[in-house]
């Protein structure tokens, strides 16, 4: 759907709160608001987006502008939801404070004393990371974030035991690296120590008495919602297209948050007011201070020559800090699919800002954010506007650049070394998970829990995904990752390496062959006894099973699993199989093919 035809009109249908000062007129700073954040709509093709701004102790102006479903014409208001994404990570760090204060933990006590089944890949780790470490982004592990998004799973416990799995980039504190997964281990710390889901601490702790009453912390939840957003992306440029609702799952304490903007700004007042609401103390004082002072380093670089009084970022406890035009600014945003936010404040200037949006991966949270900022501190006013059209401009650039260089890195007039349904299987990663390839007609497909890509042949032995979606696929966008296909010694196809985290080598996803269903009349004529020089092996059934089993005297008996016409992998040992001939509707042979060589056995 073309979003040229959006009008102010939409405006119109939003609601509006707005405070009024000691002397009964509307802020000034405020004035002419309402047109500037109109025109964005059209501007960034979004479908819709809700702003909330808080100044001292009260909510100063909240509104809706566009639609928060496109198809059915329901426009945004403040009271719309929308998925925070991980502006969900302060309220999961804010816990630990509670249990803290409690009395509980220990911010420099090991994360492995509260989950004593947790692993690292290296022994250092385990003897060096803190809680404080998991709250900071500082443990030496990358993102990793393919882990959860392509291969999610409801069970905490099983995302835990991921994590030993998952290579480091850097020495535990040594550099910043945004981590998803240490933020899920802090809601398994808390779930441990309180006994309750960290979706019923989120409520009881903060949703209660912060009186946000619409917000969730399930995707169901969202769904359900009274006023639930739709999340939309553009494509190509100008169109908007319907996003499916994305489950995070187990990864919830990492972002899954539902809310509006008005329930934010409540968040938003406790913290500007040292963790305080309507006078009641719902966080430590003390936790406050500690959580929006600087405990990572993240960008150590001067400020560039487009934005000079823009510097410092570094990261607090779910938090990331910043010096904005002289300005002490803390902030969060988010993203998950259809949906993106910001959530910010200014503690020395007691001003707030919550910007929500159902458009995925965009510039508006940031860019309202910034130009409300510059009226609200009363700062010389930035283009914003033509900012972030020249970032979006260059970046557009960039990924061009990069197509290029790949199709110069293209070996051509090559082809893959098997039949593709030799390539099909289940592949295999501890750290990560299982996806299945199959073959169908002439195409690959990679089948995740979440995802389905169709793999397009680039050279050799290696493809490039493409996602499929709604029976299309989207030829348009490549993913940024590949599949390159690895051969055992007996030349088949093994296993895939797939840099699914740009920070580490390639994962290596390991080879099963998919198990093809034989039914037992069949599976009765590959039995019998055959001959190899000296021996004699023996192919059966047992009772009513399908199940061909194999049996060569002085070993254990083996498992046979079929995997193609008249083939099969024996269960247990990678690289051996057997291959039957059939001549005249008959079995006569039977091939056995291992790693040391190929050896056919007549049938008796």
């Not at 803390?330 to 200014?346: T, W």
């Amino acid at each position: 759907m073309n979003v040229k035809w959006f009008t102010l009109l939409c405006v119109a249908c939003a609601a509006q709160i707005l405070a009024q000062n000691k002397a009964g007129k509307p802020d000034k700073s405020l004035a002419g608001l309402d047109a500037e954040l109109a025109q964005l709509t059209e501007k960034w093709h979004a479908a819709g987006f809700a702003v909330a701004i808080v100044k001292k102790d009260k909510v100063i102006y909240a509104k809706g502008f566009g639609y928060r479903n496109l198809e059915k014409k329901l426009p945004v208001t403040p009271h719309t939801q929308f998925a925070v994404g991980s502006c969900t990570k302060a309220f999961t760090c804010a816990l630990l404070g509670l249990l803290r204060e409690d009395k509980k933990l220990q911010f420099d006590e090991s994360p492995i004393q509260y989950i004593p089944e947790l692993r690292f890949s290296k022994p250092e780790m385990n003897n060096l990371i803190t809680i404080r470490d998991l709250m900071t982004h500082r443990t030496g592990l990358p993102r990793h974030d393919y882990s959860w998004y392509l291969f999610p799973a409801y069970s905490r416990d099983s995302l835990v035991m991921r994590i030993a799995h998952q290579e480091p980039f850097a020495a535990v504190r040594e550099k910043y690296y945004y981590n998803n997964f240490m933020f899920l281990l802090q809601g398994v710390i808390a779930e441990r120590l309180t006994g309750k889901s960290w979706e019923e601490n989120i409520s009881s702790f903060f949703f209660e008495p912060l009186q946000m009453k619409s917000s969730t912390t399930t995707i169901d939840g969202l769904r359900k919602g009274a006023e639930a957003a739709t999340g939309y992306a553009v494509k190509n440029k100008t169109t908007i297209e319907k996003m499916d609702y994305y489950d995070i799952a187990g990864m919830g304490p990492a972002g899954s948050i539902n809310s509006s903007v008005t329930e934010m700004a409540n968040w938003v007042i406790t913290w500007i007011n040292g963790g305080r609401l309507n006078g009641k103390q719902i966080l430590p004082e003390g936790y406050v201070k500690e959580a929006i002072s600087s405990h990572t380093v993240v960008n150590a670089s001067p400020p560039d020559k487009e934005t000079p009084d823009i510097l410092m970022g570094n990261y607090g406890y779910g938090w990331f800090i910043s010096a904005y035009k002289g300005h002490y600014r803390v902030e969060h945003g988010g993203n998950i699919d259809g949906f993106s936010a910001n959530v910010s404040f200014f503690p020395s200037d007691s001003i707030g800002i919550v910007v929500l949006t159902n458009q995925n991966g965009s510039v508006l949270p940031s860019l309202v954010r910034n130009l409300v900022a510059d009226r609200m501190l009363g700062l010389k006013r930035t283009d914003w506007n033509s900012y972030y059209s020249k970032r979006m401009e260059d970046a557009e650039k960039q990924q061009e650049a990069a197509k290029k260089a790949a199709r110069s890195a293209q070996k051509n007039n090559t082809r893959y070394s098997h039949s593709l349904y030799e390539y099909a299987g289940t592949y295999y990663h501890p750290g990560y998970g299982t996806f299945n390839l199959t073959a169908e007609r002439d195409s690959l497909f990679a089948k995740t829990k979440h995802k389905t890509f169709w793999l397009k042949h680039y050279h050799y032995d290696v493809f490039i995904p493409y996602e499929k979606h709604k029976g299309k696929i989207d030829t348009t966008a490549s993913i940024n990752f590949r599949f390159n296909f690895i051969t055992d010694e007996n030349g088949d196809i093994a296993s895939a390496l797939i840099k699914l985290e740009p920070a580490v080598d390639a994962l290596e996803f390991k080879r099963t062959p998919l198990k093809t269903e034989v039914n037992r009349e069949v599976l009765t004529r590959y039995t019998g006894e055959y001959e190899l020089p000296g021996v004699t092996v023996r192919f059966y059934l047992k009772g009513q099973e399908a199940i061909l089993y194999l049996l060569v005297p002085g070993q254990p008996e083996y498992e046979l699993i079929p995997i193609g016409k008249n083939m099969f992998a024996i269960k247990g040992l990678d690289g051996f199989k057997v291959q039957f001939t059939e001549a005249a509707d008959n079995i006569t042979e039977a091939a056995f093919i291992q790693p040391n060589g190929t050896f056919v056995a007549k049938r008796k």
